[in-house]
């Protein structure tokens, strides 16, 4: 019996954690407009000195983010980044980087 239950209790995470993966656009989409739309423009489309940031694969948005959450530099501007990335929780870096994959400036 306790193994069964250690059984499902596994199955529970998994299924959990997968939901927790999935990203969700729309929170996304809500959380750029309040942080990032100043820098990186509409639909993270880049603006001057700030990249463009959509339009890339979940992995390599999701790995900057956490890069820069963590303090690590990339380029020369990775300071600013560092800042806005500190406050991002796992949730809210899956959620950006699935909305920038898709963002259209039209
Ligand atoms: C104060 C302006 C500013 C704000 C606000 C800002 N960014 Fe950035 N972002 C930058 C700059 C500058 C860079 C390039 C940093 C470097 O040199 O490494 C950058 C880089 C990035 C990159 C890496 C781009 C690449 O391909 O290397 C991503 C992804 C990104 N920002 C996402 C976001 C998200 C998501 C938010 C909102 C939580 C955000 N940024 C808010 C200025 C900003």
Known sequence: MPKLIGALSLAAALVCSSA????????GDK??????HAC???AGKGVSSYPK???NPVE???EK???YRSGQKFGPN???MIMMAKPLSDEEIENLAVYLKDAKYE
Do not use: M, N
């Open 78 to 80: 990775s300071a600013l």
């Open 65 to 67: 983010l956490q890069g």
């Open 40 to 42: 990186h423009g509409p």
């Open 20 to 27: 927790a993966t999935a990203g969700d656009a729309d929170a």
């Open 53 to 55: 940031v959509s339009g």
């Open 31 to 36: 959380r750029y407009h309040e942080s990032c």
């Open 60 to 62: 390599y948005t999701r």
